[in-house]
């Protein structure tokens, strides 16, 4: 307050009730307060801060271990102008963006032995691997809460060392597929608008720490689709191609270079983390207006993606079918193009497909789910989609694959039929194949398939003959 007058009212009118325990749990170590400017950021505050914080340990999460490596001045004896055998790129600041580690070249080399000694710091040298060998999570030291984004961060690759411009997490508290979920998150809008309020121009690693962040863990089917979108954002060069692999992208091939993609992918991202964090729409268009120099069209996208991740009045009803499992109406397939467990493209998904549709056609109709394993498990179709068309690996673009290769194989008038939505289900899409019975028999190949009970079975002729004459009479 700046004018004596206003003391009078003051806090009646002009003034904010931050609650005690927010304050605790915004700045556990410190209690400092947080300036919020409405009331609005403290409702999405305290919404935020129901989960726990980066710097805590939860179950199946790990705890998050921040450290740095080399200084400018102390250790710049360390330095060399130019690369060689035996020597390793030393990564700054400036060097990284947004999942990129592309975005300036080296000005140093460190000689990988020297380097060794100096982090062992005197310790003897036993050979052991240590985290410049690994992939790390790193972001930005220098961050000004004036500038367009705040929290800029990436994976590093292995074999490089880092300057103190650059905080780095250790891998023994995240693996690599974590540092990709976790990157994902840092890189958010709403991860970004928490920092902004408390940061200045230094990017303070107990800051990071104080930071709530879903914590998600393999077993949740929500973390390997963000793990394979932040992947193809972060593996587009060889050095890569192990994490590439790990979450099932195969190589930095399926990495998105195309600035069109990359901005659609982080699109997506940015609002699948708005529904992990629980906001209502409202809550995320506020989040966003805070960000003044974000283009409108990067912020209308993202607020669209949003939408497009709300629940629709089918969700329930495609959560409740899974739940109740297969049956004569029901089928589960994991993929239409994508087998995880070889890691490739496979024909055979595509064609399995097919026939269950037709054998739906051919009795009462149903439902084929894409992105549910046969024991119910919700994989997701992130993969799928990937693999159904690489050069267009879109929601459009899976859709159109599916409606070519039912239209190629069954015929139009059957494809007409047939309706195909996707849906959100446990922060995954499932592709929902909406099948009506046939008024007539619908053929793959000259064969007659037939959903019986649990499974879709091809008939013989005689059993063809018999199941035509009293189903289509």
């Known amino acids: 307050r700046h004018d004596v007058s206003e003391l009078g009212s003051f806090p009646r009118h002009g003034g904010m009730q931050i609650p ?20 609005s950021d403290l409702r999405i505050a305290e919404k ?14 790990g705890r998050l271990s921040l450290g740095r490596e080399f200084h400018m001045r102390d250790d710049s004896y360390l330095f060399r102008t130019a690369a060689a055998r035996g020597r390793l790129p030393m990564y700054e600041g400036k060097m990284i963006h947004h999942f990129t580690h592309l975005f300036g ?40 809460s004036t500038d ?38 840092l890189n958010s809008f709403v991860l970004d608008y928490l920092i902004r309020q408390r940061v200045s121009a ?68 940015d609002a699948g983390v708005a529904h992990l964090y629980g906001l209502t729409e409202t809550e995320f268009a506020h989040i966003l ?41 029901v089928e589960f397939k994991e993929a239409a193009a994508w087998n995880r467990h070889t890691g490739v493209r496979d024909g055979n998904m595509k064609t399995q497909l097919v026939r269950e549709v037709a054998g739906l056609l051919n ?51 059957v494809l007409a039929r047939v309706e195909i939505r996707l849906h959100p289900v446990h922060g995954v899409k499932v592709c929902r194949i909406t099948v009506p019975a046939a008024p007539r028999p619908v053929y793959v190949n000259g064969e007659l398939h037939v959903r019986t009970g649990n499974q879709t079975r091809r008939f013989t002729a005689a059993e063809a003959v018999a199941y035509i004459a009293t189903r289509f009479p």
């Not at 005690?20 to 009331?39: C, G, K, N």
């Not at 935020?48 to 999460?61: M, N, T, V």
């Not at 062992?120 to 040298?125: K, N």
């Open 105 to 144: 070249a080296p000005r140093y080399w460190v000689d990988e032995e020297e380097g060794r000694r100096a982090l062992l710091r005197g310790e003897a040298d036993t050979g052991r691997p240590l985290p410049y060998r690994s992939y790390r999570l790193a972001f930005r030291r220098i961050a000004r």
């Open 48 to 61: 935020l801060q129901s989960h726990p914080l980066l710097g805590e340990g939860a179950p199946g999460g």
């Open 363 to 413: 009795a009462e109709g149903g439902s084929v789910l894409i992105g549910v394993a046969d024991d119910g498990t919700v994989v997701g179709i992130a993969g799928d989609v990937l693999a159904a068309d690489p050069g267009k690996p879109t929601p459009d673009g899976y859709e159109l694959f599916l409606r070519n290769t039912l239209r190629d194989a069954l015929g139009a008038d």
């Open 148 to 185: 367009e984004r705040t929290m800029i961060s990436t994976v590093l690759p292995r074999g490089c060392f880092t300057s103190e411009s650059l905080t780095v997490a250790s891998p023994t508290g995240l693996n690599s597929a974590q540092a990709l979920v976790l990157t994902g998150i």
């Open 202 to 269: 230094n990017l303070n690693m107990f800051f990071v720490y104080q930071l709530p962040a879903p914590r998600l863990t393999a077993d949740d089917p929500v973390f390997g689709h963000m793990a394979r979108r932040a992947a193809r954002l972060v593996c587009t060069t060889p050095e890569f191609d192990d994490l590439a692999a790990e979450v099932g992208l195969g190589s930095h091939a399926s990495g998105a270079t195309d600035p069109e993609e990359r901005a659609r992918l982080r699109v997506e991202m």
């Open 20 to 39: 005690v325990h927010l304050i605790r749990r915004l700045s556990p170590d410190s209690l400092s307060i947080t300036e919020f400017t409405s009331e």
């Open 289 to 329: 207006s805070t960000f003044p120099l974000v283009p409108r069209a990067t912020k209308d996208a993202t607020l669209t993606a949003y939408r497009a991740l709300a629940p629709h009045p089918d969700d329930e009803t495609v959560a409740r079918m899974i739940a109740d499992g297969e049956g004569p109406r």
